[in-house]
């Protein structure tokens, strides 16, 4: 008994050295603390799960954050994979697209990026019920995973690397202001030609 439980600390022990976590048992400590989370679908399963997730994580997920992230379009798309014989099944491929952005001070983008996550699953011709709910359940399964890699690249991120990005967007909007201002002083000050007159015939 001694022995065996020695075997199964030792175990965890290798395991855990190797960065090996269960499922839902790692940590999700993220170095940003507040967030402001939105989405076009503001009711959408996506968001509001992401904003329980952030919760739970310890980030403060309020509208007056420094920096937002922002789910600006969510596209499922399904096709079908195989075929069996006779037609009466088939294999069908969901391929779930989340595009977003982070924006700082002002609204000035920092940075774009997408999240693309993929299943697949059998749908039985004889049994429409049941695959119907296996296909919600796959959809479920898909959404938990867009908001896990959501939570990963945000893990990524931390407040000074936001603070430096948040700085190349102001350069980068001044220098375009200044571009744009440029342009319209050389409007302004550019004589406007007045159109040729032709005499009548």
């Known amino acids: 008994m001694i ?15 190797c960065g090996f976590q ?23 399963q996506t968001v509001i799960q ?4 952030l919760q739970n ?5 309020h509208s007056g954050a420094p920096y937002r992230l922002v789910l600006t379009n969510e596209q ?20 779930t697209v989340l595009n977003y952005s ?13 999240l693309e996550v993929r299943k697949t699953y059998v749908q039985d011709g004889g049994n429409m ?26 893990q990524m991120l931390s407040p000074a690397q936001l603070d430096e990005l948040q700085s190349k967007a102001e350069q980068r909007a001044k220098a375009e202001a200044q571009a744009a201002e440029a342009a319209q002083r050389y409007r302004d000050e ?4 007045s159109p040729m007159e032709v005499p009548g015939q």
């Open 102 to 114: 982070i924006l700082g001070l002002n609204d000035l983008p920092l940075l774009s990026d997408k």
């Open 57 to 61: 994580s310890g980030v403060d997920v």
């Open 22 to 44: 269960l499922r839902g048992t790692g940590t999700t400590e993220l170095s940003i603390k507040e967030l402001d989370v939105s989405a076009r679908n503001a009711y959408g």
């Open 190 to 193: 550019t004589p406007q030609q």
């Open 129 to 154: 019920t049941g695959s119907d709910q296996n296909g919600l359940q796959v959809r479920e399964e898909l959404r938990r995973e867009l908001v896990q890699g959501m939570v990963v690249r945000l």
């Open 76 to 95: 499922e798309n399904s096709r079908a994979a195989t075929y069996t014989g006779g037609s009466r099944s088939a294999e069908y491929e969901l391929t």
């Open 3 to 17: 022995k065996r439980n020695l075997l199964v600390m030792g175990l965890a022990v290798m395991l855990s050295a």
């Open 50 to 53: 992401l904003r329980d997730v």
